[in-house]
């Protein structure tokens, strides 16, 4: 899974890594959260998009995408062999709402376990990046969390870097300002480790 703030660089190394896998002969599945299913891109367009809506109901929101997505998309995929490559992952609820919304980030880990039915994956991948330098990479208009407060997006990394802390052996941590060649070669390198792949 690749997390990280916004703007970090996670779809290009999610495309990046899937094209070294399926180089190497695997079935490959890219996908996101919230979103990479019909429910799903309904989900963040409400989410990213629509109007207000409260700490809670947002944690609940994206725990209902993701609980949808692991049960359609992930598990199958896992099932046959496959590897998935996802833009955010559970750890992304727990920064967010969790730290950033203040509402403790065990307690939203423990609603995306349970809606994931304790579905971790085997590594995690942390673009950590400062918000400042982020906010000057984005393109487009900002969606609804995109335009949160600086200091909200100093807690998102504060809380990532916190989640990769607490379990450095299923974390890479890495720094986004590198270039996306090195960032790859530092991931692609990681996950052969973990596959057995050269």
Do not use: C
Not at 75 to 93: K, N, T, W
């Amino acid at each position: 899974m690749l997390e990280g703030g916004d703007g970090v660089g996670k779809s290009t190394q999610r495309a990046l890594l899937g094209q070294w896998l399926e180089e190497r002969g695997y079935e490959v599945v890219l996908t996101r959260e919230p979103g990479g299913t019909e429910l799903g891109d309904l989900l963040r367009s409400a989410l990213l998009h629509g109007g207000h809506v409260d700490a809670r109901t947002e944690a609940l929101l994206f725990a209902t995408d993701r609980a949808h997505h692991v049960h359609t998309v992930v598990r199958p995929a896992l099932e046959r062999g496959a590897m998935v490559v996802s833009d955010r992952y559970l750890d992304s609820s727990a920064a967010y709402q969790g730290a950033a919304r203040e509402l403790g980030m065990d307690e939203v880990r423990d609603l995306s376990l349970w809606a994931t039915n304790h579905l971790l994956p085997d590594l995690t991948i942390v673009l950590d990046l400062d918000p400042e330098v982020a906010v000057a990479r984005r393109e487009g208009a900002p969606d609804r969390l995109e335009r949160e407060s600086l200091d909200f997006h100093r807690r998102v990394r504060a809380g990532f870097l916190l989640l990769a802390a607490a379990d450095p052996a299923r974390y890479l941590v890495l720094d986004a300002t590198r270039d996306p060649r090195e960032l790859h070669a530092a991931i692609a390198g990681r996950v052969g480790e973990l596959v057995g792949a050269p």
